[in-house]
Structure formats: C-alpha cells, structure tokens
C-alpha cells in the first residue's frame, strides 16, 4: 500500500523518529529529488551546521525521493506544520505568491552569475519575504540551473518546431501559459509520472536541467535535448511557520544562519553535479541542440510578461531585476 500525502509524512516521521532521539529538536525536511542530489546534500549540509551551532540540539531528518509527497502536496503539509522544513521549487508558489511568479518568468535571468546578484541582494530578500503571509518562513535560496526542452520526436532548432508538440510542465499557471505562448500543448504532471508518461507517448517531452534530465532517466526515453535556457527558477528552503515559533530567537537566528552558509555548498554541488550529468547524457547518444536563436522566443513571452506583472509594484520588480548588474 502506497501511503501519500499528510498521511505519509505523518508515518515516515513516526518511523525515523527514533533515528535522531538524540536530537531535543528533529526537524523533518523535504525534497521530491533522490539522494545525493545538490538540494538534497545542501539541506543536509543546512542540518550539519545547525547540529554543530546548537551542540547536538537541534537535527534535520532530510526525507528524499519525494517520500513525503510531490511538491505540491509538501506545500500545504509544510504550511500545516506536518512537515518542519520543505526544498522546493518555486513554480509550484506561483498561484499562491505573486512575487514567486515573477521570479519564474521566462527569460528574466541573463545568465547564472546574474540570477546570483539578485538572490543574494534586497530583491531576493524582498521575495522571502513574501512567504511570511502564508504561514512560511523562506530561509534560503539554492540553485535551480536553467532549464530546458527534452522530447522522444525531433530536435527542436526553432520556435517553430515545438508546434504541436505535448510538453510535462510544473503545475504552475507561469509555465502553462509560456508553453502556450511558445505553440505547444502544455501538460501540468507530477515528476514522478513523466518518464512513464514520455515513454509511452501521453506526452512529448518535458523541460528541465541538467541534473533532473538526467537523474531521473528522461534522456533514456527523450533523446533530443534544446538548450534554449527559458528559465532559472530559484529553489527555496521554507519552513514551517508553526515549527519556526517553537523554537527561540537564539535558535530562530541559528537556522537562519544554517541555512545561508549551506546556500555556497550547494552552489558548488550544483555546478559539479551540472557537468557530470551533461557527461553522463552525451555519452547516451542524446543529440543536444546548443545554437539556437533565443529572440524568438524572448518575444512570444510578452503576454506572459503583461498577465503576471500585472501591477505597478509587479512590474517594478521586474524592471529591478533586469536593472541588476
């Protein structure tokens, strides 16, 4: 019996409870992606110094795999407090945090070293900020890598090649409508099913990074992958905003501090873990698409641009992280 949702997360945090008993405090965490994963060992690096700042007192218990559930089940058990800590993309906030939605939004980043810039700076706090109405508190963010188009029919050369084609997005409007502006059918799917899903033919393909493309075996069943890096949507480590207020201000400041210091080490994994899943699918035969004019796909965004920037405070934030030098 396959046990989902709050459910789960209330078994497996009953099962490994004893494994930190040492622990005053044993924050469980979550991340949909498999162990050893950049986001995964950054949390874990987060629980390493946090066990190491509070003298043993407080422990992470990082639950990978998505064993707790998809992302967006993990948001609402996160807000609920049934899970302390959840990685998670920001795509699935969009709907929730208007400012999450720009900071999904195609083509906004120019490149990795510009999307640091404006994480690390006023505007990335401005954007944690905004979880606090929602019962969260956003602690850090961690790196995304740009994500792109994989499909089993063709390489994808021009805009006008996806046409048609039937794309897996995250279930975030942002990413519907993008696929929609580009021509082609968008399809909002748990990561779990994609593999099945493209394999079979349900769907074409889906768009991802290099460490996703490959660690979860897409490039086995779509060969032909388009680099035309039409996002880079941060990751963030949330927390519990129940979980957060049992805890003191000393030890509210320590997680926070935890929590940055992990974000350089998950910086450096992320670059390494990058390069290696790039080896790893080239020498599978997929045929990488890497010259691709970007222009016309910068210029079907401006729907996208107009319906989610809709307000004057929205459209600052846009203009200020293009500002970003």
């Known amino acids: 019996m396959k046990l989902t949702g709050v459910f789960a997360a209330l078994f497996a945090g009953t099962m490994l409870a004893g494994a930190a008993s040492a622990c005053e405090v044993t924050l469980r965490s979550s991340d949909t992606h498999p162990d050893g994963y950049p986001t995964v060992e950054a949390v874990k690096e987060m629980g390493r110094l946090l066990e190491e700042k509070t003298g043993g007192r407080i422990c992470v218990e990082v639950f990978h795999s998505a ?97 048609g084609l039937k794309f897996r997005v995250i279930q975030s409007d942002v990413f519907v409508d ?24 349900v769907i074409d393909g889906a768009e991802n990074n290099w460490p996703s493309y490959e660690s979860s075996g897409h490039f086995e069943v779509a060969k032909y992958y388009t680099l035309d890096e039409h996002t880079m949507v941060p990751e963030v480590l949330v927390m519990a905003k129940s979980s957060w207020d049992k805890l003191t201000a000393e030890e509210q400041e320590i997680v926070r501090q935890a929590a940055k210091e992990s974000v350089p080490f998950n910086r450096e994994a992320w670059a390494a873990r990058e390069k290696e899943s790039e080896e790893k699918v080239l020498a599978a035969g997929v045929e990488v698409v890497r010259d691709i004019d970007k222009a016309p796909f910068v210029a079907a965004m401006g729907p996208v641009y107009e319906k989610y920037a809709s307000t004057p405070e929205l459209r600052k934030l846009v203009e200020d992280i293009q500002a970003v030098q």
Do not use: C, W
Request: proline content about 6%; cysteine-free.
């Open 67 to 163: 064993q707790l559930g998809e992302e967006k089940d993990t948001i609402e058990q996160t807000r609920f407090g049934v899970i302390d800590l959840n990685r998670i993309s920001m795509a699935p906030f969009n709907g929730l945090i208007p400012e999450t939605a720009i900071m999904s939004l195609p083509y906004l980043f120019r490149s990795t070293d510009h999307m640091h810039k404006v994480l690390d700076g006023e505007i990335g706090q401005q954007v944690l900020d905004a979880f606090s109405a929602h019962d969260l508190v956003a602690l850090a963010y961690y790196d995304p890598g740009a994500r792109s188009f994989y499909n089993r029919t063709k390489p994808i050369t021009s805009i006008e090649d996806l046409k």
């Open 178 to 201: 993008m696929v929609k502006a580009l021509g082609a059918d968008a399809v909002p799917m748990p990561y779990g099913e994609v593999y099945s899903s493209i394999e079979t033919g």
